[in-house]
Structure formats: C-alpha cells, structure tokens
C-alpha cells in the first residue's frame, strides 16, 4: 500500500465510525499511513480496508473478529463493535512491523480469526497515593486498549488521598484531596467534567472503568473531611505513612451509611459501566470493639464478630449498588463473615482465596500478589525503590487465572485476571510505565489467547518487535535485562 488508503465502513453504527476514526487518528500517528474514509463510489483504488459487521458464527463471541490480508486489500469483520476495535488493534500491530520503508507498506497475505479467553482483562491504578494527571489516565487506558484490555479499575480513594469529586460533599475534595508531604501540600483529584470525558474515552476504546470507593477501611481521607463519620469523631488528617490504619467508617451510626449511599449515586451516574467496587481489604476492627453504638449494633443485629459486622456493612451497601442496576466487587476479604450473593470477588491474598469465592458461587477475577502486584520488584539490581515483591516478567507470564485441578464444572465463574498497581513508591507517571511494561505485555498475553500456545521464549521473540511499538508510543517502559 503506499500514499492515501481508502477506508470504506460497510456499517451505519456510530460506534463503527468512532473505531474506524481511531483507526486514521492512530495509523497516521504510528504507522506513517494515511488513511482516508471514503465511500466506494468515490474511490476505485485498491487496495482498501474495509470494516463490516459479520453474522458469521465463529464471531459471535464477545471480542471475537476476523482479519483477512488479500490481494485487493484489508478486510477486518467483527459481530460487534468491541471485535472489530480488537481486529483494529491487531492490524495497527502488523502495519508497525511492516512500515519499515518510508513510502511502501507490503503484509503477506493472511487470514486471522481470533478471539478473547477472558472476559475481564484488567488493569487497576491507585491515584490516591500519588495522583497522576488527566492526560496520564487517557495514555493508561490508551496502552491497555492497545494490548486488547478491556477494564480499567480506577483507585480513587484511600488514606493518603480522595480523588473524586463529589457534589454532595465538597469538603471531600477540599480537604481530602490534599496532604502534606514534607511540609509541602500535595494532591489533586479529578472533576465530574473530567471523569465523565475519560469515561467517553474510554467508551471509545471498549474500556469499561471500575471506580472504586474504598470503604469501611483506608478511609483517613474521607474522615478528614467528615470526621463525623468515625467511632471517635476525629479529628483526623490526610494520611501522609502508607499503611492501614485504624479510623475506618463507623457502622454504629446511621447517617454512614446515607452519606456511603449518597457517594455512590453519584458515582453511578458518572460510571456507565455494570460494576462499582467498593474494596473491603485490610479493616482494622479496634474501633469498632471500643465503641458503643458498634457494639449495640452488633448485638440488635444478632452479629457476633466484628467480621460479621463488616460483613453487614458490605452487604447494605452492595444493597445500595443493586437498587443502581450496578455490581458490587470487593477485595477477597469481603468474603470473611459471608459476602453478599451477587458480589464479584477479587482473589488478591491468594489463589486459594479465589477458589474459595468460586465455590461460594461468587464470579471471581484472580489479581494474587504473587503474579498480579506490578508494585513488587521486577528485577535483583538496580531497580527503583518498590514496596517489596519479587515478582519478574518471566513470573507473570508463568501465571494461570485458572487454579490446578479447578473442576472444570466451576472454570465459568473465573471471568478473568487484572495486575495491580499501588503507587506508593511511583511518584509520577514515568515511573508507573516503568512499572507496568512490559509486565502488562505479559498478562495481556495470558488473558486473551488460548492456554496451549503460551510460550516464553516465543514470547521474548515477539516482544523485542513489541517493544518499539511500545517506544513509538512514549513509553518509558523496563528495558528487557533477563
Ligand atoms: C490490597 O492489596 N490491599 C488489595
């Protein structure tokens, strides 16, 4: 192909001219070809890519597409827009292999047919230890598009940090938006404009987001602002140490669980997606042992641990998530005490955890620390300061969503695997690049294709090309030293 392609659309589907859109926007960006939509009678110049809507059987499958080189030129079918996006994805992979010579792009000719294993493909990002600019999330969400990810769990709240802005309650971002570090004020967060433009965004992408509102514990920053919230009734500060810490949300008193539900209707409104994760890890129960109202609730209620209480918190606000036609997920904790029915677990501890969900019903995305903790060191020298962790390329490429021995009756509840990036120790974006490539390239591997053909020296191979595509995109990502 060489000078001006014609893109023709045999589809009238707005989210089919957003994604061929994409396609011109991102192949002009890093392939150096002009791509130009046209209709066929305006154009009889061959070769053209042609995107169209397939009944076919074999691409009915959510992500599935099928992408064919011929003579006349590029075909790429899909039976739905999220196929055809992936088919786009894969196309601006081979046009980057193959655009070596400035003015002539030549691709044998080839027929793909390809589909996703999983259907949770994801990625999380915390923002709340540090915070990361507008236009740091888009590239994020950007990158796991381009490695065919399909959900981006968003981190916007913890102790160090609320990062959401919520109209009910400004002080939430006045006050715990911001802490001090080193005697100098530190923060930020994002505006309801600005989320719901990342949300199209991502839309645009096939990305759905997560947002997670962390509750009842790591939540300094939200009792900072409404100390009111807590057993003791504060004050509190911004937290400035990592860690977990013991003010959480008090369930002795009502109006939590008003203010928890009022956040979370407006959440709701911003997050198109099914899903609203409302975290559950790491609570300490101190407080409420020591408090009154906690243990009068306890006793009212019939709960006889503090893991039945945090329990029945968990379950009234996944309550609250249904009445919104959304999906609680929590962290595997939410398990201790008995986790509502519909909730989706994330198996973070352990395997185990997850298979414990599995057979308590629950669906389950497998994010152990051991594969999934992108926060963990990736190599024995000279590597930025981490939390801890050892946890290599070679390591994450080695993992499999679905446990040993896992009765295959049960497979259909893992929907899925996400790593995770906790930015204590990543105090810009450059640094969580650095972090997450190429272990995403890994996990993204594992989670589309099929289980027989993983390969880790095949993989290697690929990655070197894989890499510079990385480079064309300005990613500061961990230069392979195996
Ligand atoms: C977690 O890493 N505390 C979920």
Same mark, same amino acid.
């Given at each position: ?64 597409y099928k992408l064919t080189v011929h003579d006349s030129g590029i075909s790429l079918q899909a039976g739905t827009p999220a196929g055809l996006f992936y088919a786009v994805q ?179 409104? #911003? ?25 009068? #609730? ?18 009234r606000l996944a309550g609250h998530i249904e009445t919104l036609k959304k999906s609680p997920v929590g962290w595997d904790e939410i398990l201790d005490g008995g986790a509502p ?98 272990? #995403? ?42």
């Amino acid at each position: 192909m060489t000078g001006t392609v014609p893109l023709y659309l045999e589809s009238t589907d707005t989210k089919i001219s957003n994604i061929a859109d994409y396609l011109v926007t991102e192949c002009h960006r890093y392939c150096q070809i002009n791509l130009k939509r046209m209709t066929m009678a305006e154009s009889r110049v061959i070769p053209a890519i042609t995107l169209s809507v397939s009944q076919e059987r074999q691409l009915a499958y959510e992500g599935a597409y099928k992408l064919t080189v011929h003579d006349s030129g590029i075909s790429l079918q899909a039976g739905t827009p999220a196929g055809l996006f992936y088919a786009v994805q894969t196309l601006l992979q081979l046009l980057s292999m193959a655009s070596n010579s400035i003015d002539m792009v030549v691709l044998p000719n080839l027929e793909i047919v390809d589909r996703p294993r999983f259907s949770w493909r994801g990625m999380h990002l915390d923002v709340s230890r540090h915070f990361f600019p507008v236009e740091f999330i888009r590239k994020y969400i950007n990158m796991l598009a381009f490695h065919k990810m399909n959900m981006f769990h968003w981190h916007l709240t913890d102790d160090q940090g609320w990062r959401i802005e919520i109209k009910r309650y400004p002080r939430l971002t006045e006050i715990g938006a911001w802490r001090k570090d080193d005697g100098n004020r530190y923060g930020g967060f994002y505006s309801q404009d600005e989320i719901r433009a990342i949300v199209t965004y991502a839309e645009e992408r096939c990305v759905t987001i997560v947002p997670e509102i962390e509750m009842p514990g790591h939540a300094s920053a939200a009792l900072a602002s409404y100390p009111e919230y807590s057993c003791t009734g504060g004050p509190f500060a911004v937290e400035t140490r990592w860690g977990v810490f013991d003010d959480v949300y008090c369930p002795g008193n009502k109006a939590t669980f008003t203010f928890l539900e009022n956040i979370l209707d407006e959440v709701a409104g #911003l997050f198109p997606g099914r899903y609203i994760h409302i975290g559950g890890d790491e609570c300490p129960k101190v407080r409420w042992q020591n408090h009154d109202l906690c243990q009068r #609730l306890m006793k009212d209620s019939g709960l006889k641990t503090e893991n039945d209480l945090q329990a029945y918190f968990i379950s009234r606000l996944a309550g609250h998530i249904e009445t919104l036609k959304k999906s609680p997920v929590g962290w595997d904790e939410i398990l201790d005490g008995g986790a509502p029915a519909t909730a989706t677990i994330m198996a973070w501890r352990s395997m185990q955890k997850g298979v414990e969900a599995a057979e308590a019903g629950h669906d389950v995305v497998m994010t152990p620390m051991t594969y999934c903790y992108f926060d963990h060191y990736q190599g024995v020298a000279d590597e930025p300061k981490a939390i801890g962790g050892f946890t290599p390329l070679q390591t994450v490429y080695s993992f499999e969503p679905i446990p040993a021995e896992f009765p295959s009756a049960m497979t259909s509840h893992i929907i899925g695997a996400q790593g995770n990036v906790w930015t204590e120790y990543m105090a810009d974006s450059k640094h969580v690049e650095y972090m997450v490539f190429p272990r #995403l390239c890994a996990l993204s591997e594992i989670l589309w294709s099929p289980r027989e053909t993983r390969s880790w020296a095949d993989f290697l191979e690929r990655l070197k090309p894989h890499l510079l595509r990385l480079k064309a995109r300005h990613i500061n990502y961990r230069q392979l030293r195996i």
